[in-house]
């Protein structure tokens, strides 16, 4: 019986026929596996639009109870309270889980809690800051321009 001999490419599975070389191999699974993540988001997309559309065709009440039963279900829920533990790093924690309405609800009343308590301008302008340096430097630039040389604030007429 005599041994074939394979190139280092191909796989012992026959003749060799039809095998792909290591390289071509490569490039097709990239090639399949950037093709599956497409379709895999493209997917994601069209089921978020049926839902939004399907929401949309309830009634305002009925659909904003569909909406807070899920947030409720699948929301990180409240922050964990843990007196003698790190408290950012819990809290770190739960905005890693926490879904954008629990996040901006929390943020929201924290910023008005905080306002009466002693520490609280300096905690608000902290908050302030991290808020600041998470926009784009024209989202910034176009806060700042509806602010006056009197540091008053102008909101926006159509808004």
Same mark, same amino acid.
């Given at each position: $019986?005599?041994?074939?001999?394979?190139?280092?490419?191909?796989? @012992?599975?026959?003749?060799?026929? #039809?095998?792909?070389?290591?390289?071509?191999?490569?490039?097709? !699974?990239?090639?399949?596996? /950037?093709?599956?993540?497409? *379709?895999? /988001?493209?997917? +994601?997309?069209?089921?978020?639009?049926? &839902?939004?559309?399907?929401? $949309?065709?309830?009634?305002?009440?009925?659909?904003? !109870?569909?909406? &807070?039963?899920?947030?409720?279900?699948?929301? /990180?829920?409240?922050?964990?309270?843990?007196?003698? #533990?790190? !408290?950012?790093?819990? @809290?770190?924690? %739960? /905005?890693?889980?926490?879904?954008? &309405?629990?996040?901006?609800?929390?943020?929201?009343?924290?910023?008005?809690?905080?306002?009466?308590?002693?520490?609280?301008?300096? &905690?608000?302008? +902290? $908050?302030?800051?991290?808020? %600041?340096? *998470?926009?784009?430097? *024209? =989202?910034?630039? @176009?806060?700042?321009?509806? !602010? =006056?040389?009197? #540091?008053?604030?102008?909101?926006? @007429?159509?808004?």
């Amino acid at each position: $019986m005599r041994a074939e001999k394979f190139t280092p490419g191909q796989r @012992a599975t026959g003749a060799g026929a #039809g095998i792909e070389s290591g390289e071509t191999f490569k490039r097709k !699974v990239s090639t399949e596996n /950037a093709t599956t993540q497409l *379709s895999g /988001a493209r997917h +994601r997309h069209e089921k978020r639009e049926a &839902a939004i559309f399907l929401l $949309m065709d309830l009634d305002h009440q009925d659909a904003a !109870v569909i909406c &807070a039963t899920f947030l409720d279900e699948f929301g /990180a829920g409240f922050p964990r309270l843990d007196y003698l #533990g790190d !408290v950012g790093a819990d @809290a770190d924690e %739960w /905005a890693h889980f926490a879904n954008a &309405a629990e996040l901006e609800k929390y943020f929201s009343a924290a910023l008005k809690r905080l306002e009466n308590q002693a520490i609280g301008i300096k &905690a608000r302008k +902290r $908050m302030f800051a991290a808020l %600041w340096l *998470s926009f784009t430097d *024209s =989202d910034r630039h @176009a806060f700042l321009a509806r !602010v =006056d040389p009197d #540091g008053k604030f102008h909101a926006r @007429a159509d808004a």
